[in-house]
């Protein structure tokens, strides 16, 4: 069994379309995140839940809507796509929200928009 | 703020050569946490270690070991008699001490290993 997995793997779509990434994890972890590695492979924290409450959210535009329905589930819902969107995006978990805590990723969303 | 350097954007070995990768890292804080990621080409990324400001022992696991030096600020990671399967982008991360756990990474460095 996948530990983090995200769907869809490759998602190919157009500028102004609104797309979906959901993610579940089976490792009973309270803590959830979603990193963006962009095409130099940077990768940055965009948000991050405990226990289904949002606790970090860095400087993303509006347009990025992150819900978590439970503390397995994280979904990343992003509007009226851009070009500049076009990166990986990773979902991750850990036990705990602490700064020590290791990250579980799943294999990524590799999202490209045209 | 915080910052992670991977000055080594790409190294291409030969097979059974032992590499570095060096990782030097910024921050204000007294207690941090430093970690590294190895990203196959398969795409995830896999933890590999982590330590903590107060803990400069090296650490070795099998062919890998980590040096942790606060003097430099720098925490290098050095594969032995390296293998063809540790071709991938490794990443050196910080994160500080207060608040909860946001990973700064380096720029990643790819590592081949050539048979």
């Known amino acids: 069994d996948t530990a983090v997995s995200q769907t869809p793997k490759y998602l190919v779509t157009q500028m102004g379309n609104d797309k979906s990434i959901k993610c579940e994890q089976n490792?009973?972890?309270?803590?959830m995140y979603w990193y963006k590695q962009d095409s130099k492979k940077f990768l940055k924290i965009m948000f991050s839940y405990n226990n289904k409450e949002l606790i970090i959210n860095e400087t993303v535009p509006n347009r990025f809507s992150p819900k978590s329905p439970d503390k397995a589930h994280l979904n990343l819902h992003i509007n009226s796509l851009e070009l500049g969107d076009s990166a990986v995006y990773f979902c991750?978990?850990?036990?705990?929200?602490?700064?020590?805590?290791?990250?579980?990723f799943g294999s990524g969303t590799q999202l490209s928009v045209l | 703020a915080q910052k992670v350097t991977q000055a080594q954007t790409e190294i291409s070995v030969v097979e059974k050569e032992d590499v570095t990768l060096d990782c030097v890292y910024e921050?204000?804080?007294?207690?941090?946490?430093l970690f590294w990621y190895k990203q196959p080409p398969s795409g995830e990324l896999v933890f590999l270690i982590r330590r903590n400001s107060f803990d400069e022992q090296n650490e070795i696991s099998g062919r890998y070991s980590w040096n942790f030096q606060k003097s430099t600020s720098s925490f290098n990671f050095t594969i032995t008699a390296s293998q063809v399967v540790d071709s991938a982008v490794y990443f050196c991360a910080l994160s500080a001490s207060q608040g909860a756990q946001k990973l700064v990474f380096g720029q990643g460095t790819r590592l081949t290993i050539n048979p």
């Open positions: 921050t204000r804080d007294t207690t941090y946490y």
């Open positions: 991750a978990s850990s036990r705990g929200y602490r700064t020590n805590e290791k990250l579980f």
């Open positions: 490792l009973g972890h309270d803590t």
